[in-house]
């Protein structure tokens, strides 16, 4: 009995243990194939980010600053090349199963798929992980951590002018 015992913990440990190392970091995952580019920015850049001289009578400047002060890290993969892509795809529904993300919404348009996912203790008022996977003519994945709401995030994409802007408004 305790053989078998033995061997179920063992298989168990051995299963999470291989989940784990399969949801790699974004980054550590993607940054040495020549045809993915990658963005990184830690909590010191938005620190930085958020002491930058901006017009405090412009809402949206305001609401931008806000949000940059509640992020820690933002992180983007993106590629055109379709075995990168395919290996993107190999990474989000790795990485959405080890770390218990839920499917918030599906946007499809112009040939392109964007799926949202938020972490599993998600609400209305505040989200610790966004990951966004689009797949069309360009594939990326973006991963946002911190403690923020889905309307100040669109803020900051946008102002940022990343890829996927437009897909939050």
Not at 28 to 43: D, I, R, W
Not at 57 to 73: F, G, T, V
């Amino acid at each position: 009995m305790k053989t078998i015992l033995k061997t179920i913990l063992f298989t168990v440990i051995c299963f999470t243990f291989s989940i784990t190392s399969n949801a790699q970091d974004l980054l550590e995952t993607f940054k040495n194939q020549a045809n993915v580019e990658t963005v990184a920015v830690n909590k010191k850049m938005f620190q930085m980010m958020s002491n930058v001289k901006m017009d405090q009578n412009d809402k949206e400047n305001q609401a931008y600053l806000n949000l940059i002060k509640k992020l820690d890290d933002l992180k983007l993969a993106s590629t055109k090349n379709s075995a990168s892509a395919a290996k993107m795809n190999t990474y989000v529904v790795t990485y959405v199963k080890a770390n218990t993300l839920k499917e918030l919404m599906q946007l499809s348009e112009n040939g392109s798929t964007t799926i949202f996912y938020v972490d599993s203790n998600a609400n209305k008022e505040n989200i610790k992980e966004l990951l966004m996977f689009v797949n069309g003519n360009e594939t990326v994945i973006l991963s946002l951590k911190g403690n923020f709401s889905l309307n100040e995030l669109s803020i900051v994409t946008t102002k940022m002018k990343l890829p996927v802007g437009n897909s939050l408004n």
